[in-house]
């Protein structure tokens, strides 16, 4: 596929209004070929005019025609592994053969989306028929169903540039609810960027569905952000990035004459604790696998383990030497971006000036954006003392914290804001501190995992991709798994209506044959 490098207004090809840029390739520190336009105000403008435009003939259409249409994405996606994966590879450094896995992840997103779609459970129908002889008032009959938000605004995440990118789980999510979707891509990234919106764009074109169901939009700086956010037709955004960016975007939403949700998800550093009788057994073993998890993606994953928390004891030695015979024998790898890695040494220098200390450094960088893994070290009751050592270090780095006894372990797990994710390695011996340790950490973080890592993800029903602030804006939501489309969708009651004026899925003969919940049964 050539790259035109326009932005994509529905089935409108866009020059730059705000100049261009062009991809940088992270293993090399060199500019990509072609130049990629920019936009701004009136881009997003001419976005969200043409999303509302589409919104009512798209949340409209047929269960059967939107599950066609994300399938045929999914098609579309799976048509363009090979280039898609190679042109990320390109503007990432990330391996070439995790990103055709990323593609893959992301077509089956869409298939996953078209099944819920089709059985139509989302849609949480629910009928308490008249009682016209109630006493002692009658009851009218009323008929619930959800219906989509309106259109929505994606900010695609730099770090996993398909699977929560311009085709990732949050567009997908937002499409299977029937909104229309406006895509702000990441600049780190725009090659990748186009190739989806293309696959996407087909689909809406061989689905014969309006061109405004889908738009990709990209400027410089947070101009064009701030203006999707405040775009009076835009009715919810998805961001998944830094704290900092995500609640600018989520306050400003507060603050508009209508405001609207904004569906964040930001930082966790993903707290794992080895418990005593598991730290003696097999130290070394969750050592070695804790630090081989933080290491994927370069350390640049929003369930990278980053902070592991042990008593000092039998099997700690061994846990400290295993992980530092990993860090120390990591390979050197490119970041993300130049701004992700100038943040990634600034972080490192914060925990060290916050006590943390530099006990084992990765291989020696070789290319200028390349991160070097760090593992730090720190005691107890510094950090119960120091909450800048709880910060996220966004790259291949991790924290040990040394506990003196369990008391101090619990103590430390009351330190941690919201978290996506808490993990716990045990044997049937540690259960007692295990139970202790639970409702702490039930109230700061969305998942709970036992002996594994809590990456890579599952997409599934039970998924939970959020938790507790800064986690995420909004701890009743998942921003990954099926329930995802729950972001986007509202419900509505109709009451009194004849049958004929009821949505198909709420009449009285049950036409679609859905699962409906009749007088709470
Ligand atoms: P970011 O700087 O927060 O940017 C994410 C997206 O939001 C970009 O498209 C950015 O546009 C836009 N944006 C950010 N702040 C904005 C504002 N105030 N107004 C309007 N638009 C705004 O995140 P990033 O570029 O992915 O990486 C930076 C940091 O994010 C990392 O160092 C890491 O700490 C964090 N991060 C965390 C996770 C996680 O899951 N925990 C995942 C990815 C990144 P521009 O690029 O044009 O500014």
């Known amino acids: 596929m050539k790259l035109t490098g326009h932005l994509l207004i529905g089935a409108d090809e866009v020059a730059a209004t705000e100049g261009t840029l062009k991809a940088l390739n992270p293993a090399t520190n060199q500019t990509i070929e072609p130049d990629f336009a920019l936009g701004g105000a009136a881009e997003v403008n001419r976005a969200a005019t043409l999303a509302d435009e589409a919104f009512d003939h798209y949340s409209h259409t047929s269960l059967a025609e939107r599950s066609a249409f ?12 090979a280039e898609l994966a190679a042109r990320a590879a390109l503007e990432t450094g990330l ?15 869409f298939r996953q989306f078209a099944d819920v779609v089709r059985k139509g459970r989302f849609l949480h129908l629910a009928i308490d028929p008249a009682q016209p002889e109630r006493q002692p008032r009658p009851r009218m009959d009323h008929r619930l169903q959800k219906i989509a938000i309106g259109p929505v605004a994606v900010f695609g995440a730099s770090n996993f540039p398909i699977s929560y990118s311009v085709a990732g789980g949050d567009t997908a999510s937002a499409l299977a609810a029937g909104a229309t979707v406006i895509v702000k891509a990441h600049n780190a990234h725009p090659g990748a ?9 087909k689909a809406v074109q061989d689905s014969h569905l309006p061109a405004g169901v889908f738009s990709m939009v990209r400027g410089a700086g947070n101009a064009i952000g701030e203006a999707l956010v405040d775009h009076p037709l835009i009715k919810a955004v998805t961001f998944t990035g ?3 960016g995500g609640m600018a975007l989520y306050r400003r939403a507060q603050l508009r004459p209508d405001p609207i949700p904004v569906f964040t998800e930001m930082t966790s550093v993903n707290p794992t604790f080895i418990l005593p009788q598991a730290l003696a057994a097999r130290g070394a073993q969750i050592g070695d696998g804790f630090v081989e998890r933080m290491l994927v993606n370069v350390g640049q994953a929003c369930l990278k383990p980053a902070i592991l928390i042990a008593v000092e004891g039998e099997g700690f030695a061994a846990l400290r ?40 450094v990765g291989a020696v960088a070789h290319a200028e954006l390349d991160g070097r893994s760090g593992l730090l070290e720190v005691d107890g009751q510094r ?7 709880a910060d996220e270090v966004f790259g291949p780095a991790a924290l040990l914290v040394k506990v003196r006894d369990e008391a101090q372990m619990l103590a430390v797990a009351r330190a941690f804001r919201g978290q996506l994710s808490a993990t716990l390695h045990l044997e049937d011996a540690d259960l007692a501190l295990a139970r202790r340790l639970l409702p702490i950490l039930e109230r700061r973080t969305g998942r709970i995992v036992v002996n594994a890592f809590a990456h890579p993800q599952e997409v599934s029903f039970a998924t939970i991709h959020g938790g507790p602030f800064p986690a995420s804006s909004d701890s009743r939501f998942t921003s990954v798994g099926m329930t995802s489309i ?16 009821l949505p198909e899925a709420l009449r009285e003969l049950n036409p679609l044959g859905l699962p409906r919940s009749v007088d709470g049964q």
């Open 193 to 201: 960027s186009e190739i989806q919106a293309r696959a996407i764009l």
């Open 70 to 81: 994300l399938e045929r994405i999914a098609d579309n996606l799976d048509a363009v592994t």
């Open 486 to 501: 729950e972001r986007f969708l509202r419900p509505i009651t109709y009451q009194g209506f004849p049958d004929g004026l």
């Open 383 to 389: 950090f119960l003392d120091e909450p800048a050592l």
């Open 321 to 360: 030497a295993a992980m530092i015979k990993r860090v120390t024998d990591a390979p050197a790898r490119p970041m993300l971006t130049p701004g992700i890695q100038g943040a990634y040494l600034k972080n490192l220098d914060h925990l060290q000036s916050a006590g943390a200390s530099l006990v084992a």
């Open 242 to 244: 830094s704290e900092q």
């Open 95 to 109: 391996p070439e053969a995790q990103l055709q896995g990323e593609v893959a992840k992301a077509a089956t997103q």
